[in-house]
């Protein structure tokens, strides 16, 4: 078992920057290949980052890419997101997930999740 509990949220003016933190609690963190998520109102969950469980690896999707930055941290069990540049289409809540087997994009694929935590930017 996994927990995550993610932070850093908050409410920030359109081209301001946010970083999110996903700690993690159980199993060996260096396990997992790890990935952060957003859901908005009325939308289905998608995608937004995923690493490696060396950190080798990273894809983004395309609307956040050249924009935020997924980076972890073994040593601390903590994944990262670094968001510049932030737009109003950004505002979310933003869910980190761990991947037992592989880097993966899709949402059934992960293992474990954390509680979200609410990113809103205004215009």
């Known amino acids: 078992q996994v927990q995550l509990v993610e932070s850093g949220g908050g409410l920030v003016q359109a081209g301001g920057s946010l970083r999110l933190s996903c700690a993690a609690s159980g199993r060996t963190f260096n396990n997992y290949a790890m990935g952060w998520f957003r859901q908005a109102p009325g939308k289905e969950r998608e995608f937004v980052a995923a690493i490696s469980w060396s950190g080798g690896n990273t894809y983004y999707a395309d609307s956040v890419k050249g924009r935020f930055t997924i980076s972890r941290d073994n040593a601390k069990n903590t994944v990262y997101l670094q968001m510049n540049s932030l737009k109003p289409e950004d505002t979310a809540v933003y869910y980190c997930?761990?991947?037992?087997?592989?880097?993966?994009?899709?949402?059934?694929?992960?293992?474990?999740w954390g509680q979200g935590t609410q990113v809103t930017v205004s215009s």
């Open positions: 997930a761990a991947d037992i087997r592989t880097i993966a994009t899709m949402p059934y694929e992960f293992d474990y």
